[in-house]
């Protein structure tokens, strides 16, 4: 019953905060991933949105969807399905709306590409691996984490798609990984069960040796 106080961007803003803030704490993603790469790779709506199609059933039970917001008025006349429908049209619509979660947005464009994927099992890693947020050169370097803008093994942007496909100097198990697989790039990678569930398996090994290097790296200087 208070969902349509949400809509309203002042309190919105602090229950998405608080929602970024959980979604990491529980999953162990690095704390500057966004709500928005969170949202498409966990699956899970935004709060705000995910409430609006309850918050439609529960005017609907009541009787009084002309107390809510137009939008939840409008819900409250919908069936299921088109609710569920809506609420990915809105979910749709949010991750448009903002210049967040590029990365997770290049592999999934918008979520029903997310959730035909349902092999794809949110992880610590996995965030790590499709939001770019996670133990790579590039990206600590650009957060002053790191020296290098580059692999330091051989020059090139060390993103996710290097680490997982291109870089020489990593564990048997990736190896071994790529070897199994087709894909060449992690937007390929995840539409294809066989491939994902190879690699996936590789993940761990592969971010937890570079999680180790740059511990020690930081240790040392
Ligand atoms: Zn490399």
Known sequence: MWTHRLI?????KHILRAQRHALCRHFGAYSDTSLEALSLIIAEPPIHLS????AAKYFLTKGKPLEAD???????????????????????????????????????????????????????????????????????????????????????????????FDCFDVPDTVCDARK????????KAVRSKSDWLILSGALRPLIGCREAASRGLRQAQ
């Open 8 to 12: 309203k961007s002042t309190y919105r």
């Open 51 to 54: 409430a609006v199609p309850r």
């Open 70 to 164: 137009s939008l939840i008025a409008g819900l409250s006349t919908m069936d299921k399905f088109q609710r569920k429908e809506t609420l990915y049209i809105l979910w749709d619509q949010w991750l448009l709306s903002s210049d967040r979660g590029r990365a997770a947005k290049a592999i999934f464009p918008n979520i029903m590409e997310r959730l035909k994927c349902n092999w794809v099992d949110p992880t610590g890693d996995t965030i790590r691996i499709l939001s770019g947020h996670g133990p790579f050169e590039t990206y600590l370097h650009d957060r002053t984490f790191s020296k290098h803008p580059n692999c330091p093994t051989d020059g090139l942007r060390d993103d996710p798609n290097h680490e997982v």
């Open 180 to 187: 199994q697989v087709r894909s060449r790039s992690l937007s």
